[in-house]
Nanobody
Framework: QVQLVESGGGLVQAGGSLRLSCAAS????????MGWFRQAPGKEREFVAAINRSGGSTYSTDSVKGRFTISRDNAKNTAYLQMNSLKPEDTAVYYC?????????????????WGQGTQVTVSS
C-alpha cells in the first residue's frame, strides 16, 4: 500500500532552519505531484508548497515565499521542504501529500495520499 513518511521535524529557535523529508513507497513517485501542508493548533490545515512530477515547477503560499523551498529526488522517492528563517507562527504539524494532478495544486482535495505528519515547533 501507499506510504508517505515524514521526518525531520523538531524544536528550533526563531530564525533557525529545519529540513523535512517525505519518503514515499507503494506508488510510482515520479508520477505524482507532491505537496506540503501544515496544521497549527486550533486552526485548519493549510497549503504550504507543492512541486510537480519532474521538479521543474513549484508553488508556495505567500507566507513562506523566500523562506521555504520544496524539492524532490525522484531517484530516492523523496520530497523535501527546506525551511529557513523560521518564525513562531510556523509552528504546526507538517504533512506531505501526493496528487495525480499534472500541475502543482494547492487544493487539499486533489491529494489522494497523506502522511501522518511531523511536528515543527519554533520557539521565540
Amino acid at each position: 500500500q501507499v506510504q508517505l513518511v515524514e521526518s525531520g521535524g523538531g524544536l528550533v529557535q526563531a530564525g533557525g532552519s529545519l529540513r523535512l523529508s517525505c519518503a514515499a513507497s507503494g506508488l510510482t513517485f515520479s508520477s505524482y505531484t507532491m505537496g506540503w501542508f501544515r496544521q497549527a493548533p486550533g486552526k485548519e490545515r493549510e497549503f504550504v508548497a507543492a512541486i510537480n512530477r519532474s521538479g521543474g515547477s513549484t508553488y508556495s503560499t505567500d507566507s513562506v515565499k523566500g523562506r521555504f523551498t520544496i524539492s524532490r529526488d525522484n531517484a530516492k522517492n523523496t520530497a523535501y521542504l527546506q525551511m529557513n528563517s523560521l518564525k513562531p507562527e510556523d509552528t504546526a504539524v507538517y504533512y506531505c501529500a501526493a496528487s495525480r494532478n499534472v500541475v502543482v495544486v494547492a487544493r487539499q482535495g486533489a491529494y489522494a495520499y497523506w502522511g501522518q505528519g511531523t511536528q515543527v515547533t519554533v520557539s521565540s
